[in-house]
């Protein structure tokens, strides 16, 4: 086989791993004439972990990408993707918890046509390895969240890997990739153009040197991130959730801290919470699909929310007196679903232009 294979690593104080790791991956690839390249990302180490990656590189295949500081892994990979020259690329960690020795079985899967290899802990044959019962619980949790939130996510067992290969054409056109998080593999699954993905199985090793980068306010992005990469109706609901807050808020503060009465009381309210809604949605639900100007588009949404509201009403009173379905919550559930899809609808065409 005469593919190159570059093997990005992202490295942070990895110092006393790396001259391990290079020599395993030397003994795994080189022994059987697979050709490759290291290129390591090392965010400015305080250890000197780029130093040792430099010297090494003198008997090493060894790049070094050294950033001027601790910058995010995801952002390491896309750098490191960036300079890598190979037909299919590997993403690993520096701590041996990947170990080099599977990456032969990640090359055969592609060369069956595999675009994206995950070296899974969740297929048979892989496995965590010595976790506590509560480190398990929060990866399968993760996993499920992912599972349900990301339909591109549903067929990989193990969407959180750290370890994986893929084709360099997957990346290639892939737009608005997110540099931030630890989820790397996620954004791939999602804006990546591919059409199989495959897994092998792997242990996921204790780490060899140092100390995990993984903390819990990772674990609050991993859910931001997920919500980022879900489909937009998803966070069109959260935003709805929040302006139903801003509205009852507003409400009573005009209410009972203001004094003012009822009927002026609720229009203030309900157009606090149109304006909440549109800001959360025009800078997050779809901060990629802005069109013309912001006035534009808040006129626009007045519109689509109007229109929201007016069929929440003509399904609730439909369902109530031609239906003859005499349940007034249930009916006005489904007036509130009815109006929440058109005005999601609306919104995605003609106030933002989501594609
Ligand atoms: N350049 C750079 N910049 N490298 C970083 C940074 C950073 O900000 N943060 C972490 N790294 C490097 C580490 O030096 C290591 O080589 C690799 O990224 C993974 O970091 P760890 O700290 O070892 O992460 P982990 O073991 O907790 O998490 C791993 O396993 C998870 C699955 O349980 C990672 O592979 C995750 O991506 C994976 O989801
Ligand atoms: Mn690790």
Redesign the pocket.
Known sequence: MSRLISIV??????RD?IPVLLERLKRALNDRGIEYEVII???N?PDG?AEVARQLSKVHPVKVVR?PG????S??VLDGVKVAEGEYIVV????L??PPEVIPKMIEAAERGCDIVVAS?YVPGGS?GNWSTVRKLI?KGAILLAHILLPQSRNVKDP????FLFRREVLEQARNLNPRG????LEILVKGRYSKVCEVPFK?GT?FK?????SSKEILNYVLHLLELSPSFIRFAIVGGTGTFVNLGVLSLCRYVIGLPHAVAAPIAIEASVINNFVLNDRWTFKHSRVGSWVTRLLKFHVSSAVGVLTQLAVSLGVYYEAGLHESVVAQIIGIIAGFVLNYLISRRFVWRER
């Not at 690593?9 to 990895?14: R, V």
């Not at 690993?92 to 701590?95: G, K, T």
């Not at 959180?160 to 370890?163: E, I, K, L, T, W």
């Not at 140092?210 to 993984?214: D, N, P, Q």
């Open positions: 690593i992202p490295t942070y104080n990895e791993n990302v090392d965010d180490s972990t950033r601790k910058l995010g892994l952002s390491a690993m960690d520096a701590d918890q990947h802990r965590v990866s959180m890997s750290g370890f630890f989820k790397i593999l996921f780490r140092g100390e995990s980068k993984l």
